[in-house]
């Protein structure tokens, strides 16, 4: 079974997409950016679902760290925003990011996210993700 870091610290947002995706996905959560990264080493994700705005730090700073780690620089981190402006959206996507969805989650669209990710992944194409 693949495997999705949810990185939020709204445990609302967590229990949401758990519910969505946890029959098809071994999922887990983590709040700030020091656990999301640790949690990424230890736990090796597929996908890592991350909120643009953590309270504690920018996600965009856990998004750099995550990418400039040899041991987790190559798990697609897929953006996530109740409200995000095209800028932003872009601005992730220069750093990195394989994807963005929008709170709160709409079951089809959340599934074909990870979906197309974890197959281009899967596939090797990591140049594209």
């Known amino acids: 079974m693949k495997r999705v870091l ?3 610290d709204m445990p609302t947002v967590y229990e949401q997409a758990r519910e969505i ?10 709040l ?6 640790e949690a990424a080493k230890r736990e090796r994700p597929d996908v890592i679902l991350l909120d643009m705005f953590l309270d504690e730090e920018m996600s965009e700073g856990v998004l750099m760290r995550l990418k400039e780690d040899e041991e987790t620089k ?10 995000a402006s095209i800028m932003a959206v872009s ?9 963005f969805v929008k709170k709160p989650f709409v079951e089809n669209v959340l599934f074909r996210r990870i979906d197309v990710v974890c197959a ?3 596939d090797g194409h990591t140049d594209l993700i």
């Not at 098809?24 to 983590?30: D, F, G, I, T």
């Not at 700030?32 to 990264?37: A, F, L, N, S």
């Not at 190559?74 to 409200?83: G, K, Q």
């Open 91 to 99: 601005r992730y996507y220069k750093l990195g990011a394989a994807d």
């Open 74 to 83: 190559d798990i697609p981190v897929i953006i996530t925003a109740s409200d």
């Open 120 to 122: 281009l992944k899967d």
């Open 6 to 8: 949810i990185a939020d």
């Open 21 to 30: 995706i946890g029959s098809r996905y071994e999922v887990s959560n983590a």
């Open 32 to 37: 700030t950016g020091d656990e999301i990264v």
